[in-house]
């Protein structure tokens, strides 16, 4: 088990035991010293333990840009857990700018060289892009954005290569009728010169905007439709029957139906959630199963978006490692 770490946006075990640790060891270890990564328990400064060098990731294309097909996610920066409120405390507490900048560091030198991060004027990101920047990497970042505004301030301040429309702000759009509105950010984006993406978490908002061709360059895709129940509310008027669930919604058999998407749309996607926010990590094998669905359920011309909380273990190098090992070859 991983103790209190987050990967997929949130996750939390509050138990873990030093032959959990040696049992995962024994299983990537190898794997991860030759690709210079090192696994060291209880870490809160992975930076200094993971060396240059280390072997390079799959990498997909987006527009010209070449990125590497494991992209980090900023909702553990953010403090997102999707686990309730003490464990949002829990990693803002954790991820000031400083180590920020420092686990930015850590997983370009894994092999992952992009950071999704979502763009507000309330957040730090404009400085820590600059930081990281400062410090020599040649990260590259992009940011999801709900208004032509935000495109033209996220630019200003933080230079993405890419802006996506923000995927629950996609999704109501489309609820209440005003698609309009997404593809006119998309036109907004392209007259900034930059790449356009639009996220969503009902697959069928992908399906609609690919079947109008739109002049989309790549999705975000959620492995979990997490606004249905708005959604339904939205379009039918009704409401799911109400249960007691944590934050959100999550189906088991929704992975199914945005990975059926994912092969039909032509555009590169990046699957996110694929980890369920936490909730396919009781071990490492339900993790690796996890990379290996996704890896195994969406184009060679995707990749996929993994957050990660490295407090008390190397998420960092297990992840990258887990991509080398189902991601495949350049696309």
């Known amino acids: 088990n991983r103790p209190l770490c987050v990967m997929g946006h949130g996750f939390l075990v509050v138990r873990s ?9 024994s299983r ?9 990564v090192t696994l060291t328990a209880g870490s809160t400064n992975a930076r200094e333990e993971t060396p240059l060098g280390a072997a390079p990731l799959p990498h997909i294309s987006l527009g010209p840009h070449q990125i590497s097909r494991l992209v980090v996610g900023s909702n553990p ?66 940011c999801l954005a709900r208004n032509p505004e935000e495109i033209r301030a996220a ?16 999704d109501q759009r489309f609820a209440k009728g005003e698609s309009s509105k997404v593809h006119d950010f998309v036109k907004a984006a392209h007259d900034e010169g ?11 908002c992908i399906r609609r905007i690919a079947d109008a061709g739109w002049e989309v360059d790549f999705f975000m895709t959620c492995f979990y439709f997490l606004t249905r129940k708005a959604f339904a509310e939205s379009n039918q008027g009704s409401v799911e029957p109400e249960t007691l669930y944590l934050t959100y919604p999550f189906y088991k058999s929704d992975p199914q139906e945005m990975t059926k998407v994912i092969r039909e749309v032509d555009q590169p996607c990046l699957a996110f959630k694929i980890l369920a926010a936490g909730r396919k990590c009781k071990d490492q094998t339900v993790v690796e199963d996890a990379f290996k669905f996704a890896f ?9 978006i993994v957050g990660m909380y490295p407090r008390f273990f190397d998420e960092i190098g297990a992840n990258a490692q887990l991509t080398r090992k189902y991601g495949g070859g350049r696309a």
């Open 194 to 204: 930059l790449v356009a993406g639009v996220s969503a978490h009902n697959p069928d």
């Open 296 to 304: 195994q359920n969406i184009k060679p011309t995707d990749g996929v």
């Open 28 to 36: 990537v270890g190898h794997a991860a010293a030759a690709s210079g």
């Open 155 to 170: 630019k200003a301040e933080t230079n993405p290569f890419a802006v996506v429309h923000h995927g629950g702000v996609t």
């Open 77 to 142: 920066l953010l403090g997102y857990s999707y686990l309730g409120p003490h464990t949002d405390r829990h990693m803002k507490e954790y991820f000031t700018i400083a180590r920020t900048v420092d686990f930015l560091l850590t997983c370009e030198r894994a092999g992952i060289n992009t950071l999704q991060f979502s763009y507000t004027s309330k957040n730090n990101f404009g400085s820590i892009v600059r930081k990281v920047r400062e410090r020599g990497s040649k990260m590259n970042f992009y």
């Open 17 to 25: 035991t030093n032959m959990d640790r040696r049992h995962f060891l």
